[in-house]
C-alpha cells in the first residue's frame, strides 16, 4: 500500500510546476473557506468588477483614457444600482407581501381540490392517501411560518449588513477598475517566480470566469425581460416578481427552472384555472425556457456547456454546499476549473510505462 502511495505522488507531485499550482489552489481554498463570510463584500465586489470591465475593454480600444472609461462606466453602475433600490425592489416587497397574504387562501382552495380527487379517481387515489398530504402541507406551513419568524428576528442584523454592503461595495468595485494592473501587479510579486503551469491555468480560468460572468448576467437579463413581457400581457398576478425569480433561475443550471417553474404554475392555475389562459401562459412560459437552453445558453457559454450535465448537477450541489449562493453562480467556472487543472496537470511517466504521446 506504501509502495501504491509513493508511486501515485511520484507520478503527480515530483515536477515542482505541480507542488506550486497545489499548494496556491489549497491556499485560495483554505481563504475563502475561512474568511468567505467576513471577504463576502470583496468577492461581490470583485464579481461585479469582472461584470462592468466587459465595458470598460471596449471604450479601451477606441482609445478612450482607462479612467475616464472607469468612470463612465462606475457612473453607469451606481445608476442601475439606485434604481433596482429604490424602484424595484419596493415593487418585490409589495407583491411578496400580497403573495404571502393569499398563501392561506390558496391553500385551502387547494386542499378543496385534492378533497375531490378520491371521488374523481377512486381507483387511484384514498382518502387516506389525500389526509397524509395535507397533514404533510400543514406541517409544512407550519415550518414556513417558523422561518418566516426566524427572519424577523434576524432582520435588523441583516439590514445593517445589507447597508454597510450597498455603501462598500462600490467603493471596491471602483478602486478595483482603477487600480486593476496595480492590484494583479501586487498579487504577481507575491507568487513563486516557478509558475509557469499556474500561470496557464490562470490564464485559460481568467477568460473563463470573465466571459461567464457577462455573459450569465446578460442571460438572466434577457430571460427576466422576456418572461416579464410574457407574464404582463396576460395581466398575471406578482408579473414582476415572478419574472425576477425567473431570471433569477437562469444562475442555477437545471436546479432552477424546475424549483421556480412551481410557483408559476401555482398562481398561474389559481388565478385562471386550466382554460385557455392558463395553457397559453405555460406554453409561452415553456418556450422561453426552451430558447434559453437550447439557444442562448449554447451560444453563450459554448465551452462550459461541454461538461456533462451530471457534472453541472454535482458541482452545484458540491460548490453550493460549501459557498451558497456564490457556490452555485460559480459551479459551472469551477467545474471548468477542475476540469482544466485535470487537463494541464503534469504527469510524470512511472518505470516501464510508456508516455501518452508516444503510445
Known sequence: ?????????????????????????II???????????????????????????????????????????????????????????KLL?????????LAQQIPEMVARGQQILLLLPEQYPEFITPHQIQAIMNNMQALLGDLGQGVLSFSLASLQGAMQF????????????FFLKDKNLILGYIVTLLPEERRLANEVWTKMNQQIGNYVR????????VWIATYIAFAMKDLNYASLLSFLVGLSAI??????????????????????????FLWLITIYGTIQLVDGNII????????????????????????GIWGFWGVFFAIPLATLVQVVITFWPRTPIMGEIPAEQS
Open 252 to 277: 442555477i443550471p437545471y436546479v432552477g427552472v424546475m424549483v421556480v417553474t412551481i410557483p408559476v404554475l401555482v398562481i398561474s392555475y389559481f388565478q385562471w384555472g386550466s382554460g385557455n389562459d
Open 297 to 320: 445558453v449554447p451560444l453563450m457559454f459554448s465551452e462550459a456547456v461541454n461538461l456533462h450535465p451530471a457534472a453541472i448537477m454535482i458541482a452545484v450541489l458540491f460548490f453550493g
Open 163 to 174: 447597508i454597510l454592503y450597498v455603501f462598500m461595495v462600490p467603493f471596491l468595485v471602483f
Open 90 to 98: 419596493p415593487i418585490f416587497s409589495r407583491q411578496l407581501s400580497q
Open 1 to 25: 500500500m506504501i509502495k501504491v502511495l509513493q508511486g501515485w505522488f511520484l507520478r503527480y507531485f515530483s515536477d515542482p510546476q505541480a507542488v506550486t499550482l497545489a499548494l496556491l489552489l
Open 28 to 86: 485560495g481554498f483554505t481563504i475563502i473557506l475561512n474568511f468567505g463570510n467576513i471577504l463576502a463584500p470583496v468577492f461581490i465586489a470583485i464579481v461585479l468588477a469582472y461584470l462592468l470591465e466587459g465595458l470598460i475593454w471596449p471604450l479601451e480600444m477606441i482609445r478612450i483614457p482607462r479612467l475616464i472609461a472607469v468612470l463612465f462606466v462606475f457612473i453607469l453602475f451606481i445608476l442601475s444600482l439606485f434604481f433596482l433600490l429604490f
Open 215 to 222: 455573459g450569465k448576467l446578460l442571460e438572466v437579463l434577457i
